[in-house]
Each structure stands twice: as C-alpha cells, then as structure tokens.
C-alpha cells in the first residue's frame, strides 16, 4: 500500500511517501515569514501553505521514486490546527484523490505526533523496536502537552493535558522575555548545555492527576527578570546559560513528575515521548535516566518525525486505511478535534 500523507496544520507545509510501514520521502517547506512576528501570523501560514504545497506534494513524489497512479490514498491532517492552514492541506487532498479516483483518510494530528513511533526506523542496520501496547506518550508540542493511554494505534486516550500554556508555549514564552528570537525553545535548549541547572529556582505548580500548568512559571521568570535586571541592567547577558539551564529543569521537572506519577498508576512501563519539545536535549536525557532507573522500556522518535511532518500522518492514515474508514469528499477541517 501507498499512502500519500499531507501535513498543513501550522506553519510547516509538508507531504510524504509511506509504502506499507517504510517513509520513501518526508519533504517539509517551513516559512520563515513569521520570524519578524514573534510567533506564527495565520492569514500569512495559509498563504505561504498555498505557495508550497504543490511543489512540496510533488518533490515528495519524484524523491520516492514512484509514479503518481501508484498512491492508493492520500491522508491529511483535518485538525487541530489553524483553520486557514488546514484548509489547504484538506482541499488539496480532496482534489488531488478526486483527480486520481482513489480514496481519502482524515488524520488527527495528535494522533499522528502519537504514531510517529511506528514508522519502519532503521538504526544500526537493525528495525528499531515499536512500542507494544498498552503505552503512556508523553505527546509535548507547540499547541499540547498531553499524557496519553495509548491501547491500540487508534485506541487513545488523553489522562492528563494542561490547563493553560503547552509545554512549547512555556518554553518559547519564556525565551521571548530573554530576548531570543521566535521559536526559542531549540534556543533555551542550546544555551541549556553551558550553563548550571540548579543555579536559580522557579515555581512549580500544584496540579492535579496529570493535568499541567504552565502559566504560573512565565509570570514567575518575568518577576524575577524584572527584578535582577533593576539590581544590573546585564543580568540576562551575563547569567543567559543559567537563567536557561534552570527553566529548562524546571519545565523538565513539571513534564517528569506527572508522567512518573501516570505510570506508577497505571502499571506500564512503556513509555514514550512525541512532538516538537521531544526534540529538547533536556527531556530525552531525563527520560532515558528514568527509564534506566524504573526499568521503563522507552521510545524516541527519530527527529524529524517528532516536530510538524507529513511521515506522521501518513502513518496513521494507513491504519485508518487498513481499517476501512474513509474520509467523505464533504468532509471540512476542524481546528479544534479531540483525540
Ligand atoms: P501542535 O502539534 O500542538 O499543533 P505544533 O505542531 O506547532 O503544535 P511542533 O511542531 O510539534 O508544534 O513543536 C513546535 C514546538 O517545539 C515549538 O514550541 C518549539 O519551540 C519547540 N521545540 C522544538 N525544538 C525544541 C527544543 N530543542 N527544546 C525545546 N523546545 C523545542
Ligand atoms: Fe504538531
């Protein structure tokens, strides 16, 4: 089976090739217009998706090295996301399996962050291993940071998620009232790495069952800005490394205590990470050295599959796929789907 997957839920145009379980292309056109905003303007992502998709679609075509009347389906993202920008990843898989007469798969994208983890991964010439079920991700991303149960590939549930900022909000929030530039969490992530983790102390919220809140520490970082750099106008300059090395624990600290808590109650030592904020040095070091120290059995995915890629939803449509459920051509995007 082929599965043309198409990804346009934020600001990452993307389309990928999947034959059965194996990515034959993942393309992703990212859009730099945002960068001047601080944050990504939607009116503008929808037109820059508009620009891309078609030669995106079609490099991932040409890279596989297959020919179009091959695809069987194609999958897209209908939701969560910006409406404009799922509006054309929707109408363009709706016209493109019109135009080849083969069916369409609607994908949810946290399902796809989720799924990621089952895309045929070659690492020392050896098949990396999927996780088996039942599995806890722990799915941290621009817009989410959820706790999920994951039963069956689309057999998932949500038991813990934030009640306010996501954990990339938290991150990319708190960057920006360092001064660093839009999206600053690979950038605390980078400055992370020189400096002293333990040399400043941020609040922790008190939540409950696995619930996060992420709020409460960017008005903790402002205040205590606010104040050292009264005391010295060069504070963030001089202690940046440890001002981001001491967030990061922090942020790091309130994602590991819940997702410890979550598998001590329910008995699985599964565990999995998924997302943009996957890719943080910080969470993946902490997770191996829990997984080491509570006999977890833990899963990464490779980096590109963890921040915004087509590989994920295709993944998932080709379970869709294999379980006969098919999107309608009536079908219209949803930017706020539950899981
Ligand atoms: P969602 O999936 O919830 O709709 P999204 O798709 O926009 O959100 P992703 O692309 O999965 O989000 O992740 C983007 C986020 O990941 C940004 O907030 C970015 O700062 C963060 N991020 C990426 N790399 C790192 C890193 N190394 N450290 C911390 N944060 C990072
Ligand atoms: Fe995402």
């Not at 399902?111 to 291993?129: C, P, Q, R, T, Y």
């Not at 960057?175 to 999206?183: F, I």
């Amino acid at each position: 089976i082929i599965i043309l997957g198409i990804e346009s839920s934020c600001d990452d145009t993307s389309a990928a090739i999947l034959k059965n379980e194996a990515i034959l292309s993942n393309e992703i056109a990212g859009q730099k217009v945002h960068e001047a905003y601080g944050g990504v303007v939607p009116e503008l992502a929808s037109r820059a998706h508009q620009q891309n998709i078609l030669p995106v679609v079609d490099a991932a075509i040409k890279n596989a090295k297959i020919h179009i009347s091959d695809i069987d389906a194609v999958a897209f993202t209908r939701g969560p996301g910006l409406l404009g920008s799922l509006i054309v990843g929707t109408s363009f898989a709706k016209s493109f399996a019109l135009g080849l007469d083969i069916p369409i798969v609607e994908v949810n994208h946290m399902h796809g962050h989720v799924l990621a983890h089952f895309i045929d991964d070659i690492e020392n010439n050896e098949l990396k291993e999927k996780p088996s079920f039942p599995f806890l991700c722990l799915t941290v991303s621009g817009g989410h940071t959820q706790v999920v149960l994951v039963r069956d590939h689309l057999d998932m549930e949500v038991v813990g998620t934030t009640k306010d900022d996501a954990a990339g909000e938290a991150f990319d929030k708190t960057a920006k009232l360092l001064g660093l530039p839009y999206p600053g969490g690979p950038l605390i992530d980078k400055y992370a790495k020189e400096g002293d983790a333990n040399a400043f102390k941020f609040t922790k919220p008190e939540m409950a069952n696995f619930d996060f809140s992420f709020s409460g520490l960017k008005t903790n970082v402002l205040q205590f800005l606010q104040r050292e750099t009264k005391k010295d106008k060069d504070f963030i300059e001089k202690r940046l490394p440890d001002i981001c090395a001491s967030l990061q624990k922090t942020i790091v600290d309130i994602l590991f205590d819940k997702l410890i808590k979550a598998a001590k109650h329910y008995s699985i030592n599964e565990i999995a990470i998924a997302g943009g904020v996957s890719a943080n040095s910080g969470i993946r070091k902490r997770l191996l050295e829990e997984g080491e120290q509570r006999n977890w059995k833990t899963y990464i995915p490779k980096f590109e599959y963890c921040t915004d890629n087509a590989a994920m939803i295709a993944i998932t449509g080709r379970f869709h796929y294999l379980n006969g459920k098919f999107a309608d051509q009536s079908v219209t995007p949803q930017a706020r789907m539950k899981i």
